[in-house]
């Protein structure tokens, strides 16, 4: 079941009276369960199109179908009922409230999703929990590691239960060992909770050795698809 379909999709920026263009006709899509990753170098899109699944931009031009419905005709109450329900956000900067622990930043996250607070303690504990964070739940930010501080960010994301997780350079802030840890949890996630995955990243040779789909950008285009039995 295709959970994305994305044809003709633009992005185009205004500075001044110049037009930008940072997504051009870009036709795409994305299976339920797959692992995506969107490949490139600065500048070619990557972000922007990331945005745009997760309704935190709009394009404009083309359609982009969320499970039949398309991002690009919602209201700001629509889009951020999509980003509420519909998808998981992981940053590269972790993006966790630093006065709040763990679990707090996991409660809060399950607040906005207007989960009843007496249950919101349990479900915030068996997330982290489940990243591998049960001893940590009331550390605060800065009493963890990078690769903590993700997996709270990891934990956060999945706490509305959504249909696809967005990961934009998980991985860009946090030295090799780690970054492997996150990739694992990413994949475990992904094949054994049918949780679809598109990630944004630089790493080209390990995209393609995790992915189902690897995406090339160039200049705001898809420059080239290389699906999994390709990329092996």
């Known amino acids: 079941m295709k959970i994305i379909q994305i044809a003709n999709l633009g992005r185009t920026y205004k500075k001044g009276k110049i037009d930008i263009p ?13 692992f995506v990753s969107i490949v490139g170098k600065s500048g070619s899109g990557k972000s922007t199109l990331l945005n745009l699944i997760g309704g935190l931009d709009k394009a404009t031009d ?11 005709k919602m209201n700001r109450s629509q ?6 329900k519909s998808v998981g ?27 009843a607070r007496s249950r919101r303690k349990a479900l915030a504990t068996t997330l982290l929990q489940k990243v591998g964070l049960g001893d940590r739940i009331t550390h605060l930010p800065d009493e963890l590691s990078g690769g903590e501080t993700q ?63 690897v995406v090339k950008l160039k200049d705001g285009r898809i420059h080239e698809m290389i699906k999994k039995e390709e990329a092996r």
Do not use: W, Y
């Open 89 to 115: 956000m992981i940053f590269q900067s972790f993006n966790l409230i630093q006065s709040r622990n763990a679990l707090e930043n996991v409660d809060l996250a399950l607040t906005f999703g207007g989960v």
């Open 151 to 213: 997996r709270v960010a990891i934990a956060r994301a999945l706490a509305n239960n959504p249909k696809v997780l967005l990961a934009d350079e998980p991985t860009g802030n946090l030295d090799s060992e780690t970054s492997e840890e996150i990739m694992e949890l990413l994949i475990d996630l992904n094949k054994n909770k049918n949780i679809t995955v598109i990630m944004v990243t630089h790493d080209q040779e390990t995209a393609e050795q995790v992915s189902d789909l």
């Open 22 to 34: 940072a997504l051009q006709n870009v036709e795409l899509e994305i299976e339920e369960g797959q």
């Open 62 to 72: 083309g359609t982009i179908l969320f499970d039949g419905n398309d991002l690009r």
């Open 79 to 84: 889009l951020a009922d999509h980003r509420k």
